[in-house]
């Protein structure tokens, strides 16, 4: 395991949510996490340089849209997509859109921190 | 010339279901959308037909072997086979869910799917067909629209002539399938093009052909491109090797990959030529060579040397110190001091000459001391076996050898040449970092088998024998009295051996190396059981090699031979002989000018002391010129001393930038230094 200090971003709501602080507990061990809007995510990924972008489909409506766009812009990012309620079709859809993983919001932190780590180890297309 | 307006591949599916009924009417609606649909209701069918028919994209369903079973995920399985295969597959199910979803459309760390898309059963023959169409538009990329000429080589009449020059042993079941493979991957790599002329082969090698292509947009703009198609891990090897060695190069003048595709046999390079005005016009340099004089030959010897390798070449070179034994594995690629490869040699050798004699080759004997030549002039010629030569202690010592990237099958027929003689090289296969000498001798070697026609083995043998009286690389070549065609050769050779000496330095020895590897590897690949199947002319080719790898020894071991008589020293160190003016560093004998030698023997004298710079001046003035004014032999110690020493570290030193014999002593001079001082100079002249 790197012991560098990663970066995350979750793009979702504008304030805190239990599932974001309960996200930032279990990813503390590997690095910070950055909350953002979708409307802000398109200028912080510009300027910054993220290991882990995390979608959050319960605050976003059009989420293959949004998962497209930041694949556009950044085509080498590792995008995750967490929902409350999966489903395979949107699944699919955020997948095919070009997103590393779909993950479950109810997971518990030790199997979400596994999810992250799981994708950290890739290396970036 | 015949013109492939429809292409003669249709959209095909591998439709995979053990539900008989359900796959039966899907099929229907598949076929009435355009489709060609190959039908599989077991995994064993599935494989069959993925063994022995041709298909675009698989439909799969996931539980093949108990529909009432959520962990049957054998549909999963067969993903894997036709992944290999490079084969896209929709998958099929009945019980859609996240785990076998994540499964199939995850991608791998590679970036590389199970599956391309995912289709619940029971969303209609529609969705089916919409993800069908996606995964061709997506994933297959055929330019169906695409119209193939075929014809203006009157080899390639057809696609199938082309299948039948990549692969000769094909069954002729398989033909049309690959010959639809084939036409696809064609129709894959000129993707945005309207319409494709395929020209002329340039070259053909085992499993591919690079071939002169013209294409045209659809705006009927004209574009001529060089095109690899072939089996697909040759052409794999070759996109690798490209990879690895070329494509970072800027304002290089090898091909550049403009588009790559690949099926489950087949696959295809497409090559543009920087800087080439028009690819309709360049041809092969075998081909220069046979329709150009030799000045103009070597100007494009020197072009292809220098400018379109020598950058590669320069690219992470390195000295290495490597026995000849451990060239010989690298080069032939088998260890040379094992019984069964001195037996093989042995055999090889005798099989060679009884070769020769069958095909009429007459002047060429085996001996048990080794090869006699008998010219038509009576005349015998006797050289060593070259399996002897290679056991010779001489030869296991260790030579400095210069590492680069280099292009590993220089034969001339993959170097493309214009009008303007400039050069571009192809077939990126071989290239390796490997000993820089090989691209030089071997095309050297190319010249001497393939371009110089004459096949007399008394006419080669005196051309060997006038290269072997080079002393060094960048020599003049005695052509006197050479037919046109062997003075054109040497020429030519003189070039290429003036090019190798600017890159690798004068020195023979390492350059006669690798010509008697490059040589033995020709015989190596001789084979006594096909012997009847050699025309006379490939069996002439065996035995000049053989030939000349028993004069290259001659040459080699002579050295080994001298150095009985001479003191230790010159075997192991430096040994430098005032009477005789030669001078042996770690047994081989240095040529050097009359006042390199001057400055070495003053050093020599004073071995392992520290001579000063202007002392050093003074001697080679007042011994070179005595009636220099002192201000002169200032101004000679400032500018000679340095080139002097300089050239002198080149020719003597193992590693010219950390000498070891030559040492600078900071503010005085330089030192040699010896092991021990030479006892035979007692006394400082």
Partial sequence: MSLRLRHFLLVGEATQTPWSLSLLEALAPLGDLQLVTKVEAAQVLSRDRYDVVIVDAGAISDIRDLVDRLRRQKPNVRIVVASASPTWRQSREVLLAGAVDYIHKSLDQRKLRARIQGVLDRPTS | ?685
């Avoid at chain 2, 619940?120 to 996606?134: C, N, T, V, Y």
């Avoid at chain 2, 095109?227 to 494509?247: A, K, T």
């Avoid at chain 2, 015989?523 to 080719?541: C, H, K, N, S, W």
């Fill in chain 2, 1 to 685: 010339m015949m013109t492939g307006e429809k292409a003669m591949s249709e959209p095909t599916v591998l439709f995979v279901d053990n539900h008989v009924d359900f796959l039966d009417t899907r099929a229907e609606f598949l076929e009435q959308a355009g489709y060609r649909v190959l039908k599989a209701y077991t995994l064993g069918q599935a494989k069959q037909q993925l063994l022995n028919s041709y298909f675009h994209v698989a439909v799969v369903d996931i539980r093949m072997e108990d529909d009432d079973n959520p962990n049957d995920l054998s549909g999963l399985r067969l993903c894997e086979d036709l992944a290999r295969e490079s084969v896209p597959v929709v998958l099929l199910t009945e019980f859609p869910g996240l785990d076998s979803m994540g499964r199939a459309l995850r991608p791998n760390p590679d970036g590389s799917r199970l599956a391309v898309d995912y289709v619940d059963k029971r969303d209609g023959p529609q969705a089916l067909i919409q993800r069908l169409e996606s995964a061709f538009q997506n994933e297959v990329r055929i330019n169906w629209r695409l119209k193939i000429r075929w014809g203006w080589d009157e080899n390639l009449r057809q696609p199938h002539n082309l299948v039948s020059l990549i692969d000769p042993d094909l069954l002729w079941e398989y033909l049309r399938d690959r010959a639809e493979e084939l036409e696809d991957v064609l129709r894959k790599v000129f993707f945005n093009y309207r319409q494709l002329t395929i020209g002329r082969i340039i070259v053909r090698r085992r499993g591919k052909l690079f071939l002169k292509a013209v294409a045209h947009t659809s705006q009927g703009r004209e574009e001529w491109f060089v095109l690899l198609c072939g089996e697909r891990h040759e052409v794999e090897n070759e996109r690798n090797r490209y990879d690895d060695f070329i494509s970072g190069e800027v304002g290089s003048r090898s091909a550049v990959v403009v588009s790559y595709e690949k099926a489950r046999h087949f696959a295809a390079v497409l090559y543009r030529l920087p800087n080439c005005a028009t690819i309709e016009d360049v041809v092969p340099f075998v081909q220069f060579y046979q329709e150009q004089p030799a000045n103009r030959v070597a100007v494009v010897v020197r072009d292809l040397l220098t400018a379109s390798l020598g950058r590669r070449h320069k690219d992470g070179m390195e000295r290495r110190h490597v026995s000849i034994h451990k060239l010989y594995h690298e080069w032939i690629g088998k260890a040379l001091n094992t019984p069964s490869s001195r037996s093989e040699w042995e055999v090889r050798l005798d099989s060679v000459c009884q070769g020769a004699l069958s095909a009429g080759i007459k002047e060429l004997e085996c001996t048990s001391h080794g090869l006699d030549l008998r010219t038509a002039t009576r005349e015998v010629f006797s050289y060593p076996s070259p399996l002897t030569c290679l056991s010779t202690s001489s030869l296991n010592s260790k030579c400095s050898v210069l590492y680069g990237i280099i292009q590993g099958n220089l034969d001339g027929k993959n170097v493309l040449v214009d009008d303007a003689a400039l050069t571009w090289v192809l077939d990126f296969g071989h290239m390796s970092k490997a000993p820089l000498v090989r691209d030089f001798v071997s095309l050297e070697t190319a010249v001497k088998f393939s371009m110089l026609r004459c096949k007399n083995l008394t006419l080669y043998h005196d051309l060997e024998r006038r290269l072997l009286a080079q002393h060094d690389l960048g020599e003049a070549v005695n052509a006197e009295g050479l037919a046109p065609d062997a003075e054109k050769a040497l020429t030519v050779i003189g070039e290429i051996r003036s090019c190798a000496a600017d890159a690798l330095g004068p020195e023979m020895n390492v350059y006669l190396i690798g010509l008697l590897l490059q040589m033995l590897k020709y015989v190596l690949d001789y084979q006594p059981r096909e012997a009847l199947r050699y025309t006379r002319g490939e069996m002439f080719i065996f035995a000049y090699a053989l030939l000349s790898s028993g004069m290259i020894c001659r040459r080699l071991t002579v050295p080994s031979e001298r150095l009985k008589h001479l003191p230790p020293r010159a075997a192991t160190s430096l040994w430098l002989d005032e009477s005789e003016k030669q001078v042996w560093v770690e047994g081989r004998p240095v040529t050097l000018t009359t006042r390199e030698f001057k400055f070495l023997a003053y050093l020599y004298q004073r071995a392992n002391e520290s001579c000063e710079r202007s002392a050093i001046a003074e001697h080679l003035s007042r011994t070179g010129q005595p009636d220099l004014h002192p201000s002169q032999v200032k101004e000679l110690d400032r500018d000679l001393l340095n080139s002097l020493v300089r050239r002198l570290r080149k020719k003597i030193e193992p590693n010219p930038s950390h000498p070891k014999y030559i040492v600078t002593v900071r503010g005085i001079g330089y030192r040699l230094v010896l092991d021990e001082a030479p006892v035979d100079i007692d006394s400082h002249t």
